[in-house]
C-alpha cells in the first residue's frame, strides 16, 4: 500500500512538473514573440519617418528632415512636421479641387501622422496618407492592391497589405504603383473630392469630416472627437506654417 502510495504521489509530482514546464515555455514564446513584434514595430517606423527621395523636389527649403525623424509622430508637433513635407500637393490639389489645403494637411495628420505608407495600427484594412479603406478609395477611382471592396474593416486585407509593404521593403515608388492609397498625390487628391463631395451635400466641412470619419455625418460633428481634433490640427498647421513662411 505505502508503494502504491508512494507511486501516486510520484506520478502526481511528475504531472505537475510537467505542468510548469509546459507553461513555462508557453510564457518564454510567448515573450519571444511579443520580443519580435516590437521589434518589426520598430524597424517598420524607421522606414514610415523616411521621407521618399522620389518627393524630394516636394520638399520645403526650411524643414529640416532629422527634425522629422527625431520628433515624437504622436505628438502634434510631430504630426505637423511629417505632413508639411507635403504643403506643396495640399496646396495645389486643394486649389484645384476647391478644399482648403489646411483641412487637407489637418486630415493627414490625423489619420495617418502625415506619413504616406502609414498602415492602420489596428490591421483593419486601411492604409496611405489618407487611410483610405478598400472599398472608398475605390470609389474615388484610386488602384487598389487585392479584390478587398469593403468600405469597413477588413483584417485579411490588412495583413496582406501589412505583407506587401514588408515584401518591397517600405520603397514608396514600388508601393504607390502596387496600391494608390500609398501615392501622396493620388490619395490627396481622391481625399479633397470626396471632402468635396460631401460639402457640396451638407453644407459645411465639418459635416465633410464627419462623413469621411464614418460614412454620413453625426448629429453634431463638431462635438465628436474626430472633428475636434481636425479644426485644432489645422488651426496649428496654419500658424506654424505661416510663422516658417515668414522666418
Known amino acids: 500500500a505505502s ?25 518564454i514564446s510567448g515573450f519571444a514573440r511579443d520580443q519580435n513584434q516590437i521589434e518589426e514595430r520598430v524597424e517598420e517606423e524607421k522606414h514610415l519617418d523616411e521621407a521618399p527621395s522620389a518627393l524630394a523636389k516636394l520638399m520645403p527649403n526650411d524643414l529640416d528632415l532629422d527634425a522629422v525623424k527625431d520628433s515624437n509622430k504622436y505628438s502634434t508637433r510631430g504630426m505637423f512636421l511629417r ?4 504643403d ?15 483641412i487637407l494637411a489637418a486630415l493627414a495628420m490625423r489619420e495617418s ?10 490591421a483593419d ?12 478609395a475605390r470609389a474615388f477611382g484610386l488602384r487598389i492592391y487585392g479584390n478587398s471592396r469593403a468600405s469597413g474593416r477588413d483584417r485579411n486585407h490588412g495583413v496582406k497589405l501589412r505583407e506587401l509593404v514588408r515584401r518591397h521593403g517600405w520603397n514608396y515608388e514600388r508601393l504607390r504603383v502596387a496600391d494608390e492609397r500609398f501615392d501622396v498625390y493620388q490619395s490627396t487628391r481622391a481625399a479633397a473630392k470626396y471632402l ?18 464614418r460614412g454620413t455625418p453625426a448629429r453634431n460633428p463638431r462635438a465628436t472627437d474626430h472633428v475636434r481634433a481636425i479644426r485644432s490640427y489645422r488651426q496649428y498647421y496654419r500658424e506654424h506654417r505661416d510663422d516658417r513662411r515668414k522666418s
Not at 484594412?125 to 472608398?136: E, K, N, R, V
Not at 468635396?196 to 470619419?213: T, V
Open 3 to 27: 508503494a502504491l502510495t508512494g507511486l501516486y504521489i510520484f506520478s502526481n509530482f511528475q504531472a505537475t512538473l510537467n505542468n510548469f514546464e509546459y507553461d513555462a515555455k508557453r510564457v
Open 83 to 86: 505632413a508639411y513635407r507635403w
Open 88 to 102: 506643396k500637393v495640399f496646396r495645389g490639389i486643394g486649389k484645384e479641387e476647391g478644399v482648403p489645403d489646411d
Open 113 to 122: 501622422y502625415g506619413n504616406p505608407l502609414e498602415l492602420n495600427s489596428g
Open 125 to 136: 484594412g486601411g492604409a496611405g496618407l489618407m487611410m483610405f479603406q478598400p472599398g472608398t
Open 196 to 213: 468635396k463631395k460631401e460639402f457640396n451635400r451638407h453644407g459645411s466641412w465639418d459635416e465633410a469630416l464627419s462623413a469621411y470619419n
